[in-house]
Structure formats: C-alpha cells, structure tokens
C-alpha cells in the first residue's frame, strides 16, 4: 500500500456515510485544509478507477468542511454541478481544497477541483444553504 503523505492525518470529524467509506484524511496548509485519500479497491468501479460517487461524496465532504470553516455554521448542499475531467486509479493520492467565492443571504457559494498529482480529475461547483442555529442542536445532541 502507498504511504500517506506526510502532514495528512485522519478526518474523523464526518458522518457515519463518509467514515464508512473513507478514511479520508485532512491537513493544514498555510491557509487552507487539503483533504485527501487514497484510492482504494473499495473506492474503484469494475474499470478499476474510482467510482464517480465517490468522488463526488469525497467533493462534497471537502465543500462542506470550507464552508464551515468560512462561516462556522454548518450547510447542506442544494446545488452541485460536477465535470469529470481524468480518472483516478487503484493506488493514486487523491487531493482537494474547498474554496469559497461569497456568502449571501445564507447561501454560499463555492468550488474545489479535485487532482492526482497535477491531473485534473474533478470539478466541481456547488452552493450551500447554510442550516438556522435551532436545527444546529439537534444534529449536535444526536447520537450516532
């Protein structure tokens, strides 16, 4: 198996889907968190390249943790438009960081692009409603 990068360390900060179907890892760096994973068999479709859910569940997780990171208060995703661009395989190091363009009036609006290396693999464009403070607690007092 290929070695984590160094600096990456676990996230274990995502729901039961996600932790599911990781691990997934974080870092910090200068600004930003870069998310990553390795691609993994569990990850691949029968062509033996990351499924396209995947990736895009991946995509989804790195968005959601910037707008977090942003704003402090937690989104749901109402709009995802996603390009695919170049395969990820069995082995490679997947990297992404979310980036967000603006906030208004509760929506956020923001991207990443998903690479190996300097391959491309996805794009994505999304926008995040951001949830009210009440629905905050019960997600926080939930048990999982």
């Known amino acids: 198996m290929k070695a984590i990068p160094e600096g990456f360390i676990v996230n274990e900060r995502r ?10 890892y974080i870092k910090k760096d200068d600004q930003n968190w870069v998310h ?23 995509a989804d997780g790195v968005l959601g943790h910037a707008v977090y ?9 109402i ?10 395989r069995e082995g490679e190091w997947l990297e992404g960081y979310g980036s967000v363009s603006y906030v208004k009036r509760g929506y956020v609006y923001c991207d990443t692009m ?11 464009t999304s926008i995040f409603k951001l949830r009210k403070k009440e629905a905050l607690k019960k997600i926080i007092t939930k048990r999982r």
């Open 15 to 24: 729901g039961p889907f996600t932790n599911h179907n990781g691990p997934f």
């Open 36 to 58: 990553g994973a390795l691609i993994l068999d569990r990850h691949c479709n029968a062509a033996n390249i990351a499924h396209g859910g995947m990736l895009m569940a991946f």
């Open 69 to 77: 990171s942003k704003t402090k208060r937690a989104g749901v995703t």
């Open 79 to 88: 709009k995802f438009n996603s390009e695919f661009l170049s395969a990820a």
């Open 114 to 124: 998903l690479k190996v290396s300097t391959r491309n693999v996805l794009s994505v």
